[in-house]
């Protein structure tokens, strides 16, 4: 595999702060990629970062070879990479149908925004075809704030595959989910990359569900790359035991 994105040295500081220091990590395309660490350790930060969201103040980051360091999350979309965001982001007094359009109408490249909705075909079919693959059909209609919040996040989810990115940042995609809709947010994760060929970086709380899940696991702590590696090789690492771990248990 090679890596579609290439994380080289990045820091930022907010007054005397050093939110992240000189962070460097590759994730590979088609693979699932985890940042972990404990509270306060800078996973979120470096997710900003990596998004677009904050500006770097050192380092880069090149996506699919192509420097795009501090660019705007717009600017990140064109280039094929969709985040998601921790706190749940929809349109909850709109139907589930249209949440997904507005996300698909970015696939008429501005020249639906004047048309009749019935002839923004390509957004129309993407989201036919998001309804079937997240299994939200039967609630098409229904306003997205009335979904339970398992459903929601599923939504949220769709909402950022919409515009087909080749690159899926999630934001702590399970926080809040019962067990059984963790377990099914874990499966989808693992089709999106395993059978749809996506490339996903994700920022999660859960260990047991990022030591399953995972590719390559990233661990931060106090702002700095801790550790790094395949998951059974993080986890027996001493270090991460002592930050990570330990403090979990």
Same mark, same amino acid.
């Given at each position: 595999?090679?890596? !579609? /994105?290439?994380?080289?040295?990045?820091?930022?500081? %907010?007054?005397?702060?050093?939110?992240?220091? @000189?962070?460097?990590?590759?994730?590979?395309?088609?693979?699932?990629?985890?940042? !972990?660490?404990?509270?306060?350790?800078?996973?979120?930060?470096?997710?900003?970062?990596?998004?677009? =969201? &904050?500006?770097?103040?050192?380092?880069?980051? +090149?996506?699919?070879?192509?420097?795009?360091?501090?660019?705007?999350?717009?600017?990140?979309?064109?280039?094929?990479?969709? +985040?998601?965001?921790? &706190?749940? $982001?929809?349109?909850? @007094?709109?139907?589930?149908?249209? $949440?997904?359009?507005? =996300?698909?109408?970015?696939?008429?490249?501005?020249?639906?925004?004047?048309r009749p909705l019935s002839r923004s075909a390509r957004a129309a079919q993407r989201v036919e075809e998001l309804l079937a693959q997240f299994e939200l059909a039967r609630k098409a209609d229904e306003l997205a704030g009335f979904l339970?919040?398992? @459903?929601?996040?599923?939504?949220? !989810? =769709?909402?950022?595959?919409?515009?087909?990115?080749?690159?899926?940042? /999630?934001?702590?995609?399970?926080?809040?989910?019962?067990?059984?809709?963790?377990?099914?947010?874990?499966?989808? !994760?693992?089709?999106l990359a395993r059978e749809d060929g996506l490339s996903i970086l994700l920022v999660e709380h859960d260990v047991d569900l990022v030591m399953d899940l995972s590719d390559h696991v990233v661990v931060m702590h106090q702002g700095q790359?801790? #550790?790094?590696? *395949?998951?059974? #090789?993080?986890?027996? $690492?001493?270090?991460?035991?002592? *930050?990570? %771990?330990?403090? #979990?248990?």
């Amino acid at each position: 595999m090679s890596a !579609i /994105l290439s994380v080289d040295g990045v820091s930022v500081q %907010f007054g005397a702060l050093k939110a992240v220091q @000189e962070v460097s990590f590759q994730a590979m395309a088609g693979a699932i990629t985890a940042v !972990i660490g404990p509270n306060g350790a800078g996973k979120s930060t470096l997710f900003n970062l990596v998004s677009g =969201a &904050i500006r770097p103040s050192a380092g880069t980051v +090149r996506f699919d070879g192509r420097d795009v360091t501090g660019l705007p999350p717009d600017r990140m979309l064109d280039a094929g990479l969709s +985040r998601s965001f921790q &706190i749940t $982001n929809l349109f909850f @007094e709109l139907p589930v149908r249209e $949440n997904l359009r507005l =996300a698909a109408q970015y696939l008429e490249q501005g020249h639906g925004l004047l048309r009749p909705l019935s002839r923004s075909a390509r957004a129309a079919q993407r989201v036919e075809e998001l309804l079937a693959q997240f299994e939200l059909a039967r609630k098409a209609d229904e306003l997205a704030g009335f979904l339970s919040h398992g @459903e929601q996040r599923r939504l949220e !989810i =769709a909402v950022a595959l919409a515009s087909r990115p080749r690159m899926l940042l /999630l934001d702590e995609p399970t926080q809040g989910m019962s067990h059984a809709d963790t377990r099914d947010t874990e499966v989808l !994760i693992r089709r999106l990359a395993r059978e749809d060929g996506l490339s996903i970086l994700l920022v999660e709380h859960d260990v047991d569900l990022v030591m399953d899940l995972s590719d390559h696991v990233v661990v931060m702590h106090q702002g700095q790359k801790l #550790a790094e590696g *395949a998951p059974a #090789a993080v986890r027996a $690492n001493a270090a991460v035991q002592a *930050a990570y %771990f330990g403090e #979990a248990h």
